[in-house]
């Protein structure tokens, strides 16, 4: 009976029930307390053993209360369920033995039976109500019999037991229907959610595959009339595949299924990459665009980078959108620092049309538009909803001023925690050091072999003398024969973790080898891990280019692990949420590989070969990961789906293959539950990607002059 007496409630667990214990000891405190003092006062002039009773009572009443608000905080002495059954009984019990005790002064406290069974109701449901309802008539029944003053006044008996009856009992229909209706509402709304992420998500597989098969037509079209139309049909599939995903992060955030992933954010880096996204819209329509951030904000933040970018390039695109001559300004605040943490207030303001008054009051309800707004200036109306639930998850409160024809202001504030960098050393000059580091001995696990031979031919340009393997056993067999200056660890090794080889090995050896940890994770909870079971070794996350390479070794070079790990943090969050704002608003990549990447790549190595086998070997790797990956997604394995996923993120992220790279990315931050219901599309949009990407390395292969070794074929994938 106890595991079912709450109805109604959301949130059943015992966090929650406890919760709804401590607000019913408050009131109890907050009510008890006055009528104690007023019966007191009433009973000063009574005969002695009256005086005495009351005395006694409140005494008792007093523990009571006290007992309850302790024994709500010690879950393991009682359980809350039991504590509410008990509450139930023992509230309209007190209240009978003050009836009792206060005689004809009774009926002033009569009323708080109902008070107290439908504070029942309307916190728990009607079963503990009704409980209530049950003891307190039943004590009012026995205060009828044990004291003569109501035995003379039955008429006042009746008149007060009556809504005892009644009352809790048309309460409990009022309930029974705000509940069914609360319910309804509640399925109605998560449809709702669900019909518009899976809608959002079947969309955006076809209209990647028209961005694809235009984006091949345009470079193969030899006439500019076919190029221009082309590119038309890229620019309005790119502006309807952003009102797409404002639909889906609108359903994920209404949901409550989006969650924040803190890392460390170089502020000024995350504002650069906003006005770099905008500059050149606001240029062409002529106005000026300036970015500000106070010189008072010296340490880099823990925050959302995807998140936070995504507000403010939400609040600066309208503000670009709707200002058709004068400013926009972007500005971000120190408004207090304490020993820990910042609290910054981020303003986006222009000189544009300016909000009506009478729309000011639907701001923030979703796809609500100005008059004519729409018709000139498109989008759904979803950006500025999506923003202050972001902002709300941050902790913060989306507000704004406007006046028509004037211009608007959208600020916030928000509390974010300071990476302070480490005392007598200048992290920001070792991320901006790109110097070669002298020569080392270096073991380099990795058990991707496109990753391993452009680790190894990266450190040899540097004159560093490399030993590799391809897993963690084999790297530990290694360490017991040779010694190294450093060693490169994938976080994700085939037979065991990186954590795990460098503390097996680091067991019983006095000589600690440094350590560089590789990986495409880029989770706070993946650096915590590293940090803390490996003594603060150092992060590099995946794409591996020279640059980063030579500043993660410059860094160990010159000071403490951790300082390379704060850098190379943040130096990857930076580099992520470039790639994530260099389509301007969206979130799918609309080319196959990244220019700046393959033209990297090309300059790697000075021999000829080295380009085309690297590619070459992506594409194996890669082929390999998506076949794991199908094999993974229908045999519905979800942990091997992520590592799977993993791989492939890590391989295409070394080539620049970015559809590839963004497919992975979202592989592994998908919840199992949608894994299952969506596996199937899953398994054709990787597919079509692999297959995408496959055809760009292949003609930059045959651009590189190495058709005739290119692959002859790949292995066919199969999802059955």
């Not at 599939?237 to 609108?250: A, Q, W």
């Not at 503000?319 to 058709?324: G, I, L």
């Not at 600020?411 to 050091?433: K, N, P, Q, Y």
């Not at 590789?518 to 280019?545: F, H, M, W």
């Amino acid at each position: 009976m106890i595991t079912d007496i709450v109805e109604g409630i959301a949130d059943k667990s015992e966090s929650a029930l406890r919760h709804i214990l401590k607000a019913q000891a408050t009131l109890r405190i907050l009510v008890a307390v006055p009528v104690i003092i007023v019966e007191t006062i009433l009973y000063l002039g009574s005969p002695a053993s009256v005086a005495a009773r009351l005395v006694v009572l409140s005494i008792l009443y007093c523990v009571y209360i006290l007992a309850l608000r302790v024994l709500v905080h010690f879950p393991q002495i009682v359980s809350s369920r039991a504590l509410l059954v008990a509450t139930a009984v023992l509230d309209p019990l007190a209240l009978t033995a003050w009836l009792v005790v206060t005689g004809e002064y009774g009926g002033l406290i009569v009323g708080f039976y109902l008070f107290t069974i439908l504070g029942f109701g309307f916190r728990t449901g009607r079963p503990l109500m009704y409980l209530c309802q049950l003891t307190a008539v039943a004590g009012f029944l026995l205060v009828c019999l044990g004291v003569p003053y109501w035995q003379e006044h039955l008429t006042t008996f009746l008149a007060l037991l009556i809504p005892l009856l009644v009352v809790p009992m048309y309460a409990g229909m009022l309930i029974k229907s705000l509940r069914e209706s609360r319910e309804l509402a509640e399925r109605e709304s998560k449809a709702k959610s669900e019909l518009l992420a899976k809608v959002s998500h079947e969309l955006r597989t076809p209209l990647a595959g028209i961005i694809s098969a235009t984006e091949l037509m345009a470079g193969e079209a030899t006439q500019e009339v076919v190029r221009r139309r082309a590119d038309t049909i890229l620019s309005l599939s790119g502006k309807l595949l952003r009102e797409i995903n404002d639909l889906l992060d609108e359903a994920k955030l209404d949901a409550g299924a989006t969650r924040l992933e803190l890392a460390p954010v170089d502020i000024k880096a995350q504002v650069d990459l906003v006005h770099a996204a905008l500059a050149e819209i606001a240029v062409k329509k002529g106005i000026d665009f300036q970015i500000r951030v106070d010189p008072a904000i010296v340490d880099r933040v823990q925050t959302d980078a995807h998140h936070l970018g995504r507000v403010l390039l939400n609040l600066s695109g309208n503000a670009v959108k709707f200002t058709d001559q004068g400013h926009v300004r972007l500005t971000v605040d120190l408004v207090r620092m304490e020993e820990s943490r910042y609290v910054l207030r981020f303003g986006v303001s222009d000189t544009g049309i300016g909000i009506p008054d009478a729309f000011k009051d639907r701001m923030f309800q979703p796809f609500s538009q100005g008059q004519g707004t729409h018709q000139k200036y498109g989008g759904t109306g979803l950006g500025l909803v999506i923003a202050r639930q972001i902002v709300e998850l941050m902790g913060g409160v989306l507000r704004f001023e406007s006046e028509i024809g004037r211009g608007s202001l959208f600020w916030f504030e928000v509390s974010m925690g300071r990476c302070l960098a480490i005392a007598g050393v200048d992290a920001t000059d070792a991320l901006h050091d790109g110097s070669i580091s002298t020569p080392k001995r270096i073991l380099v696990a990795e058990d991707n072999e496109t990753n391993l031979i452009l680790l190894r031919e990266l450190l040899e340009i540097d004159g560093h003398v490399v030993t590799t393997c391809s897993s963690g056993t084999e790297a530990l067999e290694i360490l017991a024969e040779r010694d190294f200056d450093l060693i490169l660890l994938d976080y994700n090794l085939g037979d065991m973790d990186g954590v795990r080889v460098l503390q097996t090995w680091h067991f019983g050896h006095a000589r600690t080898t440094p350590a560089l940890f590789l990986t495409a994770d880029t989770t706070q909870q993946t650096a915590q891990r590293i940090s803390e079971c490996t003594n603060g070794s150092s992060v590099l996350y995946k794409p591996v280019t020279l640059l980063k390479l030579r500043k993660a070794l410059s860094a160990i070079e010159a000071c403490a692990p951790g300082v390379a790990e704060k850098a190379e943090i943040s130096q990857e969050i930076m580099y992520s949420a470039a790639r994530q704002a260099k389509p301007a608003l969206t979130s799918v990549a609309v080319t196959a590989l990244d220019a700046e990447i393959i033209a990297e790549l090309k300059t790697v190595s000075h021999r000829a070969e080295f380009f085309p086998s690297l590619l070459r070997e992506a594409e194996h790797d890669m082929v390999r990961c998506v076949q794991h990956i199908l094999e993974a997604l229908e045999k519905r394995q979800h942990g091997a789906v992520r590592d799977a996923a993993h791989a492939l993120k890590g391989v295409s992220g070394s080539v620049g293959a970015v559809r590839v790279y963004a497919l992975a990315s979202s592989l592994m931050a998908t919840p199992g539950d949608d894994l299952d219901r969506s596996a199937e599309r899953w398994a054709a949009d990787v597919s079509e990607a692999l297959r995408i990407t496959i055809a760009a390395l292949r003609r930059e292969i045959e651009a590189a002059g190495n058709a005739a070794e290119s692959s002859s074929g790949s292995p066919s994938l199969h999802f059955r």
